[in-house]
């Protein structure tokens, strides 16, 4: 994606009556629990994305958001109401990553119904547009690849004025120019005021779009804040170096501070929780470090370390 | 609304296989059951041919079929593919989505009525004292049918997946066993029989007989078929709402 750094501030935001709670909210599948006692809030203007490993319990939270599930315990209110009441107000569009079409109708006519069942609908062909689908309005939709399908679910989603979308994996299977048109439109609804909340595995869409990112894992929230607190939250930053003549490995991994080690060829690579420390003391081992670069993680690198360290954390209690 | 009971519509007529079949089969089965069927005698205790009696239940029979099976089968199809899922996300009410699927039902079933009563009439010369018996049997049957299409509707969101075949059959053949389609009722004991009078497709049943021999239906089936038809309506529409299984 070429998309730029996002826009948005967090200024302003977190104000007024929230738009989606969770207070308590616990689901489980037999002995899954797939969601354990959820706590969250979003607010209007807010685009959220919703990380995690497979499994972690995104699309049971948004299921559970948008009323296609009863939570086990706990409650679940959009916009001060029950999902139900809030869906046939028509103030939510939902992509879901379970969602089948219906079959044996053509493109256009799935979206026109779409449209007639919304109380603030937009025109037709405008939605068609929107979501890059003019040129297959007249296939039959089970007739469409995957990638035409998800645009088709988009624009389900998009067929009138909402005030909260959800979207789970919406990008999933789209090419580059339908995912960028897609955030394109997903930003222009933020910038409406609608909250976006979106659950996603590519972090770089995470990173980009979203002003806030909640981690998820085994149904809890590991980690929820903007982008930059959760690289920060990860605590390490990432020193890259070469060295040449020997690499004393035994002597790298004495290093303070140290999370991780990896080597190369000539390139050494380290995470560490202390950069300014670590780097002090590679100094003082005597080494001379070449072409020393030290950067903060990446959103990826972020995620992995916190679901890493989560599940080390469980599988020693 | 509208547009989803005409998008029903259409695609159950675009679904060449389905209509087909359904369509054609009822009028296959009374050709096999009454084609050779002598055409003036009269079958025992009535004053009807045969021809004409069957005529009356083939067309009840292949309506019930079509709307009950065909809309459980489709709708459990519809759930398990995820389509329920995103129409439920619609501003759609419950009701909205049992009309469009009774609607889409009626569509169906209308033409293999149609279909049973011309080959009666072509084949097997069957004929009424009056013209207006052929347009009431015609209505009858039909409108009747669409009671049945309100319960498939329902059973399609009771059961999911491979067990709704066998629950349609099982409550279709018990309903027309103990609705006297398939025996008479008239050898049962007197209090089985006040039971049977409220089962829905012996009020079906009834509708039929009474305008074959003449008669305007009576009353008080046509209110048991109302009654029903509220019931299953009802009964699909909560479902609909209610359906928290993925499946
Ligand atoms: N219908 C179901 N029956 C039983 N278990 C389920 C069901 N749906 C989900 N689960 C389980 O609940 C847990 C959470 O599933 P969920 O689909 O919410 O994960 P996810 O975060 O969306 O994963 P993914 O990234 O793979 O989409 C998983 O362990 C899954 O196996
Ligand atoms: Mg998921």
């Not at chain 2, 087909?20 to 009807?48: D, R």
């Not at chain 2, 009410?93 to 293999?112: N, Q």
């Not at chain 2, 009802?234 to 609909?240: E, N, Q, S």
Request: charged content about 20%.
């Amino acid at each position: 994606m070429t998309t730029t750094a996002s826009t948005f501030t967090g200024e302003g935001r977190r104000t007024g009556a929230p738009v989606v709670s969770f207070e308590h909210v616990s689901k489980s599948y037999g002995a899954v629990k797939a969601v354990a006692d959820l706590d969250l809030q979003l607010y209007p203007g807010e685009t959220v994305a919703l990380l995690g490993p497979n499994g972690a319990g995104k699309s049971s939270t948004l299921d559970l958001l948008l009323g296609l599930r009863a939570p086990d315990a706990g409650r679940v209110e959009l916009f001060g109401t029950t999902p139900q009441r809030a869906i046939e107000q028509g103030k939510i569009g939902a992509v879901l990553q379970s969602g089948g079409l219906m079959e044996e109708v053509k493109v256009r006519e799935l979206v026109k119904l779409a449209c007639d069942l919304h109380p603030r609908a937009y025109p037709v062909e405008q939605v068609l547009e929107q979501a890059g689908l003019t040129e297959i309005a007249d296939r039959m939709v089970n007739k469409l690849s995957g990638g035409q399908e998800q645009r088709v679910r988009f624009a389900l989603a998009t067929a009138g004025a909402n005030e909260l979308i959800v979207l789970d994996e919406p990008t999933t299977g789209m090419d580059v120019t339908a995912r960028q048109t897609f955030w394109t439109t997903m930003r222009d609804q933020a910038r409406q005021g609608r909250a976006i909340l979106f659950a996603t595995h590519y972090l770089e869409e995470a990173d980009a779009i979203a002003d806030r990112v909640i981690v998820l894992h085994r149904g809890r929230v590991l980690a929820d804040g903007s982008a930059a607190e959760i690289k920060a939250r990860a605590g390490a930053r990432r020193i890259v170096f070469d060295l040449d003549g020997h690499i004393g490995e035994g002597a790298l991994r004495e290093l303070p501070f140290l999370a991780a080690l990896e080597i190369s060829g000539r390139t050494v690579r380290i995470q560490s929780h202390d950069a300014d420390a670590t780097v002090h003391a590679l100094y003082g081992l005597g080494l001379y470090p070449r072409n020393l670069e030290v950067a903060g993680l990446g959103l990826e690198q972020a995620f992995i370390a916190i679901t890493d360290a989560a599940t080390a954390e469980e599988a020693a209690r | 609304m509208n547009t989803l009971i005409k998008l029903e519509v259409i695609r159950t007529l675009r679904n060449k296989k389905f209509m087909f079949f359904s369509v054609l089969y009822p009028a296959a089965l009374y050709l096999l059951i009454a084609g050779g069927a002598s055409e003036t005698e009269l079958v025992k205790g009535t004053h009807l041919t045969l021809p004409l009696l069957m005529m009356v239940s083939m067309a009840s029979f292949g309506a019930i079929t079509a709307v009950l099976v065909g809309q459980s089968e489709r709708i459990a199809k519809e759930r398990e593919k995820g389509w329920v899922r995103q129409l439920r996300l619609t501003a759609l009410p419950g009701r909205g989505y049992v009309t469009a699927k009774v609607a889409s039902a009626a569509v169906v079933s209308l033409p293999s009525i149609v279909v049973v009563f011309v080959v009666a009439a072509a084949v097997k010369h069957v004929r009424f004292d009056a013209a207006w018996q052929w347009i009431a049997l015609t209505f009858a049957i039909w409108a009747g049918s669409i009671v049945f299409a309100a319960l498939g509707v329902a059973i399609g969101y009771l059961a999911t997946g491979d067990a709704v075949r066998p629950i349609t059959m099982i409550i279709y053949f018990g309903l027309s066993a103990l609705g006297g389609l398939w025996f008479p009722t008239a050898s049962f004991p007197s209090w089985v029989q006040k039971i049977i009078e409220w089962v829905p497709t012996h009020a079906y049943a009834a509708l039929g007989q009474a305008i074959e021999q003449g008669n305007a239906p009576h009353l008080k089936d046509v209110s048991i078929l109302v009654g029903y038809l509220v019931i299953f309506a009802g009964a699909a529409a909560w479902l609909y709402r209610r359906d928290t299984q993925k499946a």
